[in-house]
């Protein structure tokens, strides 16, 4: 990244000692006259935006007051965070458009649909959706937000009125409710009379793990293309329901850098991009330009960030015959800061924001033909490069898999179909109601291309996201990319979840096979009631069925609940976890009878993760998410600071996600050790290897890349060093399906996400190493030369004893962003099934 200055002396507004007064004149556009009837942000909200940060309830205040007052706004709520706050939308036009929206809005679809030519774009309004802070604590958008939204509001004379005339501006106010509320709470709790620009102080250190995520800990501009959580569902429903045409994404960086905007890095553009795209987003770059030249503020462009991953905001549009545009502001991270440049203020940052929003919609109005019709051009473009033929993928043994994956494409507007009949082909076996079909000619297949594609070949090799995110892998679904059109049955209007066979009532046991993708969810709310359950060491057949390694067995006998009152708890547990459980009359099957030594008794688990400084949020937040909203299993959080003093004989398993530094002193190492030896099973993830080598919980031998730069100049040195990490890719490991940590896996080969470069060598006895990267593992992703030698056959699981209990290791992360659901069960393996590894 390039470092420019931009304004070192500081503006008006404040000086280092006593706040000096601010007033809107430091924002707004000169020689506008504003509506007096509309009430500016003070009125509302207190202060003058940019003296305190903005609260998210007083926020969403202002903008119920703005839609009440003018004619120009009307505003929804799309539904709740998780900590139950609003997702508010407003949409802001003329008011002559307000009263006819709907017909705006159904015309402006038809641009997508072929045969739309007869349309003159020359009188239809551009869509522009404009989003804000989706991470909490680069709150300069949010507060801009409530300027813009004020200057649309109120703004009086010809040219605004030809704007609103000419536009439909989609405004999202706080993309990340949740995050935004605690960011704003952290800086205005140290705020000081006398402001500090001292970066040590501690207004500018939140406390872990900070107002970047939301409730659980994600960060939310990786999750466009997945959709997992509410507030990514509720923009992607109004990206589709309006398709905008520009799409803004306000973000802030490092406090030493000036302003950036769009486009990229050329070359780390994804190919499936059209060159228009980029052409038109460097065409937008002129209006900030001139508007940035204007106000004295420093920019750059074309030198930093990328538009590869299509899970970005910037990014996400570029697929979807839209334009996005990343804005990334030298953040102030509090009030007033230090920087290498002179004072950075938060009402500087703010105005560069607001400046920002507006002269995109200068560049909107101006070029609103241009771009209308690429958008035309983007959707026939689709078309007529889909091809013939489709896709298919499912997973005959998990239907629920399947099915989110399903999902996700509904709510990505995908056209999603039935298979037919029964499908083999190329050794997989498909059967209807467990798979889908997605044909490849219709108005998203350029979506679903990038969704489903592998890609090793790439122009550039650093990234600014992950290179890999193939969903039929992210599910671990048998997938083909290729096959006839007659293979699509029904189209599915509406997605139904699969349905389970209705139980049969047993007098003697009930059998639960382990693949499905809710088993753990069942088990446990068996366990939850104290009932007794056994895990299969080995695959048997009952009753003309085949089952695997890991069903579980629910004996009637000696249970605390009668024959009547299992049957009805089962019978819950199967609505409610969608899987299907067999009622059995017999012990006496071919393989291991029901009553073997092979059938190990299982016990309720009671599991803890740390949590806390030197802890990786998103990784922490992954698992909480994944044992909460899928599992609805208890988890505690064990703060770093408290572990000393924390009574660990409660839990039969902790969990350490990937950390850094010293996130475990001596004393919560040993403390951790003795509880090990006591019986308790210790899960560690990614750079927990180093912490378990280094600590001697396992031993190991990890492989270093130890590859010298040659022929690299020194302006070359970042990049030669970026290119050899890993930044996400998808690798094939081979799976021994007969040890516990692989059981509900039907396949022999697993696709790993992967991104970090911990290679753990495979032990010399090969039943010690259940989970092994094959030969030649790259499925799709960039990774080095040497990289990809070290890799080849290296592990990534490890199991250690330890006295009584277990040190079980994942290199990677099984619970990737909360979509990579192929890999969800491993974890919950070692939890449930940790004491037979």
Not at 663 to 672: P, Q, R
């Given at each position: 990244?390039?470092?420019?200055?931009?304004?070192?002396?500081?503006?008006?507004?404040?000086?280092?000692?006593?706040?000096?007064?601010?007033?809107?004149?430091?924002?707004?556009?000169?020689?506008?006259?504003?509506?007096?009837?509309?009430?500016?942000?003070?009125?509302?909200?207190?202060?003058?935006?940019?003296?305190?940060?903005?609260?998210?309830?007083?926020?969403?205040?202002?903008?119920?007051?703005?839609?009440?007052?003018?004619?120009?706004?009307?505003?929804?709520?799309?539904?709740?965070?998780?900590?139950?706050?609003?997702?508010?939308?407003?949409?802001?036009?003329?008011?002559?458009?307000?009263?006819?929206?709907?017909?705006?809005?159904?015309?402006?679809?038809?641009?997508?649909?072929?045969?739309?030519?007869?349309?003159?774009?020359?009188?239809?309004?551009?869509?522009?959706?404009?989003?804000?802070?989706?991470?909490?604590?680069?709150?300069?958008?949010?507060?801009?937000?409530?300027?813009?939204?004020?200057?649309?509001?109120?703004?009086?004379?010809?040219?605004?009125?030809?704007?609103?005339?000419?536009?439909?501006?989609?405004?999202?106010?706080?993309?990340?409710?949740?995050?935004?509320?605690?960011?704003?709470?952290?800086?205005?709790?140290?705020?000081?009379?006398?402001?500090?620009?001292?970066?040590?102080?501690?207004?500018?250190?939140?406390?872990?793990?900070?107002?970047?995520?939301?409730?659980?800990?994600?960060?939310?501009?990786?999750?466009?293309?997945?959709?997992?959580?509410?507030?990514?569902?509720?923009?992607?429903?109004?990206?589709?329901?309006?398709?905008?045409?520009?799409?803004?994404?306000?973000?802030?960086?490092?406090?030493?850098?000036?302003?950036?905007?769009q486009p990229g890095i050329p070359e780390r553009t994804h190919p499936l991009t059209p060159q228009m795209n980029?052409?038109?987003?460097?065409?937008?770059?002129?209006?900030?330009?001139?508007?940035?030249?204007?106000?004295?503020?420093?920019?750059?462009?074309?030198?930093?960030?990328?538009?590869?991953?299509?899970?970005?905001?910037?990014?996400?549009?570029?697929?979807?015959?839209?334009?996005?545009?990343?804005?990334?502001?030298?953040?102030?991270?509090?009030?007033?800061?230090?920087?290498?440049?002179?004072?950075?203020?938060?009402?500087?940052?703010?105005?560069?924001?607001?400046?920002?929003?507006?002269?995109?919609?200068?560049?909107?109005?101006?070029?609103?033909?241009?771009?209308?019709?690429?958008?035309?051009?983007?959707?026939?473009?689709?078309?007529?490069?889909?091809?013939?033929?489709?896709?298919?993928?499912?997973?005959?043994?998990?239907?629920?898999?399947?099915?989110?994956?399903?999902?996700?494409?509904?709510?990505?507007?995908?056209?999603?179909?039935?298979?037919?009949?029964?499908?083999?082909?190329?050794?997989?076996?498909?059967?209807?109601?467990?798979?889908?079909?997605?044909?490849?000619?219709?108005?998203?297949?350029?979506?679903?291309?990038?969704?489903?594609?592998?890609?090793?070949?790439?122009?550039?090799?650093?990234?600014?996201?992950?290179?890999?995110?193939?969903?039929?892998?992210?599910?671990?679904?048998?997938?083909?990319?290729?096959?006839?059109?007659?293979?699509?049955?029904?189209?599915?209007?509406?997605?139904?979840?699969?349905?389970?066979?209705?139980?049969?009532?047993?007098?003697?046991?009930?059998?639960?096979?382990?693949?499905?993708?809710?088993?753990?969810k069942a088990l446990n709310m068996l366990l939850k009631e104290n009932l007794r359950a056994q895990v299969a060491?080995?695959?048997?057949?009952?009753?003309?069925?085949?089952?695997?390694?890991?069903?579980?067995?629910?004996?009637?006998?000696?249970?605390?609940?009668?024959?009547?009152?299992?049957?009805?708890?089962?019978?819950?547990?199967?609505?409610?976890?969608?899987?299907?459980?067999?009622g059995v009359t017999t012990g006496l099957t071919k393989g291991i009878s029901l009553g073997s030594n092979e059938?190990?008794?299982?016990?309720?688990?009671?599991?803890?993760?740390?949590?806390?400084?030197?802890?990786?949020?998103?990784?922490?937040?992954?698992?909480?998410?994944?044992?909460?909203?899928?599992?609805?299993?208890?988890?505690?959080?064990?703060?770093?600071?408290?572990?000393?003093?924390?009574?660990?004989?409660?839990?039969?398993?902790?969990?350490?996600?990937?950390?850094?530094?010293?996130?475990?002193?001596?004393?919560?190492?040993?403390?951790?050790?003795?509880?090990?030896?006591?019986?308790?099973?210790?899960?560690?993830?990614?750079?927990?290897?180093?912490?378990?080598?280094?600590?001697?919980?396992?031993?190991?031998?990890?492989?270093?890349?130890?590859?010298?730069?040659?022929?690299?100049?020194?302006?070359?040195?970042?990049?030669?060093?970026?290119?050899?990490?890993?930044?996400?890719?998808?690798?094939?490991?081979?799976?021994?399906?007969?040890?516990?940590?692989?059981?509900?896996?039907?396949?022999?080969?697993?696709?790993?996400?992967?991104?970090?470069?911990?290679?753990?060598?495979?032990?010399?006895?090969?039943?010690?190493?259940?989970?092994?990267?094959?030969?030649?593992?790259?499925?799709?992703?960039?990774?080095?030369?040497?990289?990809?030698?070290?890799?080849?056959?290296?592990?990534?699981?490890?199991?250690?004893?330890?006295?009584?209990?277990?040190?079980?290791?994942?290199?990677?992360?099984?619970?990737?962003?909360?979509?990579?659901?192929?890999?969800?069960?491993?974890?919950?393996?070692?939890?449930?099934?940790?004491?037979?590894?």
């Amino acid at each position: 990244m390039k470092n420019f200055i931009f304004i070192t002396v500081f503006l008006f507004s404040f000086q280092v000692g006593a706040q000096e007064e601010l007033d809107l004149s430091y924002y707004l556009p000169e020689n506008v006259n504003y509506n007096d009837d509309i009430s500016t942000p003070q009125e509302v909200l207190g202060y003058v935006p940019g003296e305190w940060h903005v609260t998210h309830d007083l926020l969403i205040n202002y903008m119920r007051t703005l839609a009440e007052e003018s004619p120009r706004i009307s505003i929804e709520n799309r539904g709740t965070t998780y900590e139950g706050r609003p997702l508010l939308l407003l949409t802001i036009t003329s008011e002559e458009n307000q009263k006819k929206l709907e017909k705006i809005r159904r015309n402006h679809l038809e641009l997508t649909i072929p045969g739309s030519g007869q349309l003159n774009t020359g009188e239809m309004p551009i869509v522009v959706y404009q989003g804000f802070s989706i991470h909490g604590n680069e709150a300069s958008g949010s507060n801009a937000a409530l300027l813009a939204a004020y200057h649309l509001a109120a703004g009086q004379g010809t040219e605004i009125e030809n704007l609103l005339e000419n536009t439909v501006i989609l405004f999202d106010p706080s993309l990340n409710p949740d995050g935004l509320q605690r960011f704003a709470y952290w800086a205005n709790m140290h705020k000081s009379e006398n402001l500090n620009p001292d970066p040590q102080d501690r207004e500018f250190d939140e406390v872990w793990p900070g107002g970047r995520t939301n409730h659980y800990w994600f960060d939310m501009n990786r999750d466009w293309l997945p959709v997992q959580l509410p507030e990514s569902r509720a923009r992607i429903a109004t990206f589709h329901k309006w398709q905008p045409n520009i799409l803004t994404d306000h973000h802030e960086m490092g406090s030493n850098s000036s302003f950036f905007f769009q486009p990229g890095i050329p070359e780390r553009t994804h190919p499936l991009t059209p060159q228009m795209n980029q052409d038109l987003t460097r065409e937008i770059g002129t209006y900030h330009a001139a508007a940035f030249d204007k106000i004295g503020s420093f920019y750059y462009t074309e030198e930093d960030y990328d538009d590869f991953y299509y899970g970005k905001g910037s990014t996400f549009p570029d697929i979807n015959g839209s334009i996005g545009i990343l804005f990334e502001q030298g953040s102030s991270r509090g009030h007033v800061q230090e920087t290498d440049n002179g004072l950075l203020t938060f009402p500087f940052t703010i105005r560069n924001q607001f400046t920002a929003a507006l002269s995109t919609l200068e560049a909107a109005h101006n070029m609103r033909s241009k771009i209308l019709d690429f958008q035309r051009e983007f959707y026939n473009n689709a078309r007529n490069s889909a091809g013939k033929g489709a896709y298919v993928f499912g997973n005959s043994k998990d239907p629920n898999s399947a099915y989110h994956l399903a999902e996700i494409l509904k709510r990505q507007q995908v056209e999603v179909h039935e298979l037919a009949e029964d499908l083999q082909t190329d050794g997989k076996s498909y059967k209807k109601g467990t798979a889908y079909v997605i044909p490849k000619n219709q108005r998203q297949h350029r979506l679903v291309e990038a969704m489903f594609e592998k890609r090793t070949k790439f122009a550039d090799s650093l990234f600014y996201d992950i290179s890999a995110w193939s969903f039929p892998y992210a599910f671990n679904l048998d997938f083909n990319d290729n096959v006839a059109i007659k293979s699509a049955g029904n189209k599915i209007d509406s997605l139904q979840k699969p349905e389970m066979t209705l139980v049969s009532k047993s007098e003697y046991g009930y059998l639960m096979e382990w693949h499905n993708y809710y088993a753990p969810k069942a088990l446990n709310m068996l366990l939850k009631e104290n009932l007794r359950a056994q895990v299969a060491m080995k695959p048997f057949e009952a009753a003309g069925k085949m089952y695997d390694y890991g069903t579980i067995l629910i004996p009637i006998q000696n249970q605390k609940l009668n024959p009547t009152e299992l049957f009805e708890l089962v019978t819950k547990i199967s609505k409610e976890a969608s899987i299907e459980f067999n009622g059995v009359t017999t012990g006496l099957t071919k393989g291991i009878s029901l009553g073997s030594n092979e059938f190990r008794t299982l016990k309720p688990q009671k599991v803890a993760m740390i949590v806390g400084e030197g802890v990786t949020p998103y990784d922490a937040g992954e698992i909480w998410h994944l044992f909460d909203q899928r599992y609805d299993m208890l988890l505690t959080k064990l703060d770093t600071r408290n572990l000393g003093r924390t009574d660990l004989s409660k839990y039969t398993d902790i969990i350490l996600p990937n950390s850094w530094g010293s996130a475990l002193g001596k004393s919560e190492t040993e403390k951790l050790k003795e509880w090990v030896r006591d019986g308790g099973t210790l899960i560690g993830y990614k750079n927990a290897a180093n912490y378990f080598k280094k600590n001697d919980f396992m031993k190991m031998e990890l492989l270093e890349n130890d590859v010298k730069a040659k022929n690299v100049t020194f302006e070359e040195r970042r990049d030669f060093r970026g290119a050899q990490g890993i930044g996400g890719a998808i690798f094939r490991a081979k799976q021994d399906r007969s040890h516990p940590v692989n059981f509900g896996y039907k396949n022999d080969e697993i696709p790993l996400f992967r991104d970090t470069t911990i290679f753990v060598k495979a032990d010399s006895t090969s039943y010690n190493n259940p989970i092994q990267y094959t030969a030649n593992p790259l499925i799709s992703g960039y990774i080095s030369d040497p990289n990809l030698k070290l890799i080849a056959n290296t592990v990534p699981f490890k199991k250690a004893g330890m006295g009584s209990g277990n040190v079980i290791l994942f290199t990677d992360n099984t619970n990737f962003r909360a979509f990579w659901y192929g890999t969800n069960k491993l974890l919950m393996n070692a939890i449930f099934f940790g004491d037979e590894m």
